[in-house]
C-alpha cells in the first residue's frame, strides 16, 4: 500500500513518555545507531545522511529506541525493487523501526511527530510512505499520526518484462481504480512509474 500525509493538515501532538527524549540523528549517532540496528551497514547510513536524508530517533539514556528515517527527494522501495520520483516539495518516510523491548507502547508514533514537522519546516508539502498490506503491526503507527493509505502499488512479471503499477484508491467513491488521479499526474510525482 501507498500512504500519504499531507504537511498542511494540522499535525497530532502526541506525548513522549517520560525518559525519553527525541532529536535528530547526525554522523556522531553512528555508533548508537548501528548498536540499535546492528543489520545496517554504517557505510549506507553515512550515504543517506550525506544525501541529505534524515532520521529522528527517541533516546532512553543513551541507547536509541526507536528511529524512522525521511528522503525528500526519492523513495527507494526496497521490496519493489525501484524507487519512485518525488516533487521537490515531497519526502518518503521510511524503515521506521522500534527495540523488540518497546513495541507496544506508541513509542514510534510520538517519536515520528518531529519529523513530520521538521519536514514541513523544510518544504514537504506532503510524505510518502509504503507498507506492506499484511504487516498488521505496521499500520498502527502510521495511522496514529495520520497517513491515510491513497492506493496499490507494486509490479507484475519478471525484470526485463517488469510491469509496474499504481493503483489509486478513490477517496470519495471509496473505489480502486488503474492510474492516477489527474492531481497525481500534475505534481509530477510519476508513482506509478518506478525505475527499474
Request: aromatic fraction near 10%; include cysteine; proline fraction near 7%.
Given at each position: 500500500?501507498?500512504?500519504?500525509?499531507?504537511?498542511d493538515e494540522p499535525i497530532v501532538d502526541l506525548p513522549l513518555p517520560?525518559?525519553?527524549?527525541?532529536?535528530?540523528?547526525?554522523?556522531?549517532?553512528?555508533?548508537?545507531?548501528?548498536?540499535?540496528?546492528?543489520?545496517?551497514?554504517?557505510?549506507?547510513?553515512?550515504?543517506?545522511?550525506?544525501?541529505?536524508?534524515?532520521?529522528?530517533?527517541?533516546?532512553?539514556?543513551?541507547?536509541?529506541?526507536?528511529?524512522?528515517?525521511?528522503?525528500?527527494?526519492?523513495?527507494?522501495?526496497?521490496?519493489?525493487?525501484?524507487?519512485?520520483?518525488?516533487?521537490?516539495?515531497?519526502?518518503?518516510?521510511?524503515?521506521?523501526?522500534?527495540?523488540?523491548?518497546?513495541?507496544?507502547?506508541?513509542?514510534?508514533?510520538?517519536?515520528?511527530?518531529?519529523?513530520?514537522?521538521?519536514?514541513?519546516?523544510?518544504?514537504?508539502?506532503?510524505?510518502?510512505?509504503?507498507?506492506?498490506p499484511e504487516n498488521l503491526p505496521g499500520w498502527s503507527t502510521p495511522?496514529?499520526?495520520?497517513?491515510?493509505?491513497?492506493?496499490?502499488?507494486?509490479?507484475?512479471?519478471?525484470?526485463?518484462?517488469?510491469?509496474?503499477?499504481?493503483?489509486?484508491?478513490?477517496?470519495?467513491?471509496?473505489?480502486?481504480?488503474?492510474?492516477?488521479?489527474a492531481e497525481y499526474l500534475s505534481a509530477a510525482t510519476a508513482l506509478?512509474?518506478?525505475?527499474?
Amino acid at each position: 500500500m501507498l500512504l500519504e500525509h499531507r504537511l498542511d493538515e494540522p499535525i497530532v501532538d502526541l506525548p513522549l513518555p517520560a525518559g525519553l527524549a527525541v532529536r535528530q540523528l547526525d554522523l556522531e549517532d553512528l555508533g548508537a545507531y548501528c548498536a540499535f540496528r546492528p543489520d545496517q551497514d554504517p557505510a549506507a547510513i553515512r550515504q543517506r545522511l550525506a544525501a541529505g536524508e534524515w532520521a529522528f530517533a527517541a533516546w532512553e539514556g543513551g541507547r536509541i529506541v526507536t528511529a524512522g528515517w525521511t528522503s525528500p527527494r526519492r523513495a527507494a522501495i526496497e521490496y519493489l525493487g525501484g524507487e519512485m520520483a518525488l516533487a521537490p516539495d515531497e519526502g518518503y518516510s521510511y524503515d521506521l523501526f522500534t527495540a523488540s523491548a518497546f513495541r507496544g507502547h506508541g513509542l514510534a508514533a510520538a517519536a515520528r511527530i518531529p519529523a513530520l514537522r521538521h519536514a514541513r519546516e523544510h518544504g514537504c508539502r506532503r510524505l510518502f510512505s509504503a507498507l506492506l498490506p499484511e504487516n498488521l503491526p505496521g499500520w498502527s503507527t502510521p495511522a496514529a499520526i495520520g497517513f491515510r493509505a491513497i492506493g496499490w502499488i507494486g509490479y507484475i512479471g519478471p525484470r526485463p518484462l517488469r510491469y509496474r503499477f499504481f493503483c489509486h484508491l478513490d477517496a470519495q467513491a471509496g473505489e480502486r481504480r488503474a492510474g492516477p488521479s489527474a492531481e497525481y499526474l500534475s505534481a509530477a510525482t510519476a508513482l506509478f512509474l518506478l525505475s527499474g
